[in-house]
């Protein structure tokens, strides 16, 4: 490198051979400043940039990105030199086949540390299948109840299982029911039949069959719905108390906007998704005031560590964002666990260790530990509410910050 | 009751699937080209719509006009830098070319617009009629009477102004037509500008019900073909029939069987009118 510069510079004479080798060396260039640094740490970043679910893939960019600026800034990967986290970001449409496909590709071509995605759960389900055969660990906050149930050794889910999400669904909502002075006895459960609503589905009616709560409706619809209305003909003669719809956000505005049209003004308990993200409130206005919705975490739990994700894109750190974030965040505190960078040093890590400190603080109890199945022992879930453009977590009464409104008369 | 709300539900929904659909049979009708492309025109409609609300603060009902007019513009550019030249092509560079369009104009979109969903808030949104028993919601009645007014202007214009005649010439012989003084180019362009203009105000129109985001298009572009295949491919009285049909069977369908098989029950009526008329509803063989 030196001698090249220093041999041009001291005669204007270049013959052809030094342009070329001049030439070389800057095209190397990058290379070799790579060397001086620790050479970064790729880490995988697979999500649904375009698509049905695009908006929530970007969200989770968002978190994901944030974290890897603040531990860059703090200098890098201690125990691997000062290694920098370099985020290799894939879009896997919101097709399956796609998500596996870039998953291949990155493991292949950008030789990742793990991959952290891809938020829907049909996704993460056809992504696992490759870094299983490949022995990458892959972090995720989907939580379809296959992803953890199919005995992988490398997958490691972040937040409860969709069944355990759907039972608090229930739960927390027969809980603040019975705050207010009254007994769920009718319900109705609306869901897309995507592996999140299919499981999640299953966890609300389990519980309520468990209390003796009637399930008066009980219906699947097709993920992509251009029209709402035959589901809402049936909630409006199902003579539900209560209704639980777990949906993103085109089939979640559509049905709530159909129910108003129709008048029927029962309490609404979203499944996440998409009744948890700022548009929610924007799209829907004053409509959106009292929903509640099962959440697997919430941004008021950690105001501290949040607060910088609202000045930095302008909106609240939305749960997916958030736990993507813990997700890097626990992987860095991995690697400096493995003080390697091999995937299956970072696999050993992963499992051993219990994850404290960080954006662990964003996460109920504070604590990371996954288990044999790869699933967080300490995630639970949580109610929360639109209060105004605040979403307030109102259950359970040891993680709540606000007081829950039940709307039923 | 049930039934009857159902078929209304239906004929809602179903008027604004002829509205979209029109424009893939017209296009195919006067050019003989399959237009892959044709449900992107649907998101363009809705995101101009959506950007004259968000801007202007006009009603997307107000805002499908822009966008019929835009899209209108933008389709005889199309039609004239690039579909005209494989006119005479083989079918299979057709629809490289409008295949191409499509992921083009998709990730364009992705690229300008983010992938973010937006939508619109109207003082009608959440609004309906009640008749007796009946609810008609308003947002669903008003994109069926935009559709059936864009419907009745389309036939006025086919079957009394000059042009239509002229294109109406152009679907049925090209070159009679040519030889009775007729711009065969001309009205190649106008059609595929209308085709393309109608369906960007169908896109529009169902706007203060649904949102819109880059791949929207993939939620209609099944439909759209099947509502045009089922009522006669490249006849416009067939793809109103067709988009109705659709509608309601996918509404009425609820009644009997899960809201998850509404397609399916769609696609098992739609391959038995194939069988026994290959042609679709009231197509005639062409």
Known sequence: MKKVVSSSAKGL?????????????????????????????????????????????????????????????????????????????????????TAATVGQRLITQNSVVAILGAYASS??????????????????????????????????????KASVIGAAQFDGTAAIAKGAGQKLERIAIM???????????KGVRE?????????????????????????????????????????????????????????????????????????????????????????????????????DFRKKYGYFMVHEALEHAVCLDVLAQALEVAKAREPAAVRKALSETEFKGGWCDAMPGGVVKFDQTGLNTHAVPMMVQWHGDNLATVWPDNLAKSKAVWTAT | MAFVQAVLDGLMIGGVYAAISIGLTLVFGVMGIVNFAQAEFLMLGMFIAYFVWAYLGLDPLIGSIVAFVIIFALGIVIQRTLIQRVMRAPAVAQIFLTVGLLIVIENLALLAFGSSF??????????????????????????FCMAVLSGFALWL??????????????????????????????????????????????????????????????????????????????????????????????????????????????????????????????????
């Open chain 2, 157 to 286: 214009f086919m079957d009394k102004s000059w042009y239509g005649q002229a294109m109406r010439a152009t679907a049925q012989n090209p070159l009679a037509a040519r030889l009775m003084g007729i711009n065969v180019e001309r009205m190649q362009q106008l059609a595929f500008g209308l085709g393309v203009g109608l369906t960007a105000f169908g896109g529009a129109i169902i706007l203060p019900y649904f949102t819109v985001n880059p791949t929207v298009a993939e939620q209609f572009v099944i439909l759209m073909f099947t509502a045009v295949v089922l009522g006669g491919l490249g006849n416009i009285a067939g793809a109103v029939v067709g988009g109705l049909t659709v509608g309601i069977i996918q509404s009425v369908s609820a009644l009997v069987f899960p809201i998850q098989l509404q397609n399916f029950v769609l696609f098992l009526a739609f391959i038995g009118v194939l069988a026994l008329r290959p042609h679709g509803l009231i197509g005639a063989s062409r």
């Open chain 1, 123 to 160: 996704l993460s389900l056809a992504l696992s299948e490759v870094t299983e055969r490949r022995e990458i660990p892959l972090m995720t906050m989907s939580f379809s109840d296959q992803i953890t149930g199919r005995g992988f050794k490398n997958v490691f889910q972040i937040i409860a």
């Open chain 1, 13 to 97: 004479s270049t013959t052809r051979r030094q342009v070329l080798t001049l030439g070389a060396a800057t095209l190397a260039m990058p290379f070799v400043t790579r060397a001086w640094a620790a050479d970064p740490v790729n880490v995988g970043v697979i999500l649904p940039l375009s698509g049905a679910n695009a908006q929530f893939g970007v969200n989770s960019r968002n978190g994901i990105e944030l974290v890897a600026e603040q531990i860059n800034a703090r200098g890098g990967i201690k125990s691997l030199g000062g290694a920098p986290i370099n985020l290799v970001v894939a879009d896997s449409t919101s097709t399956p086949t």
């Open chain 1, 207 to 307: 519980a309520a069959t468990k209390a003796g709560t009637q399930i008066v409706m009980d219906e699947a619809y097709p993920l992509g719905i251009t029209d709402v209305t035959p589901l809402i003909n049936k909630l409006r003669n199902a003579n539900a108390q209560a209704v639980f719809p777990m949906s993103y956000l085109n089939d979640g505005l559509q049905i709530i906007r159909s129910m108003r049209q129709q008048k029927i003004s029962l309490p609404i308990i979203g499944g996440a998704g998409g009744y948890v993200i700022p548009d929610f409130r924007k799209a829907l206005g004053e409509y959106a005031e009292n929903v509640l919705s099962i959440a697997p975490g919430n941004y008021d739990l950690a105001p501290k560590l949040t607060e």
């Open chain 2, 118 to 143: 937006r939508s619109v808030s109207t003082s009608y949104q959440t609004s309906s009629l009640r008749l007796g028993p009946l609810f008609i919601g308003v947002p669903y009645l008003a994109a």
């Open chain 1, 191 to 201: 869901y897309e039949d995507t592996a999140y609503g299919v499981s999640q589905a």
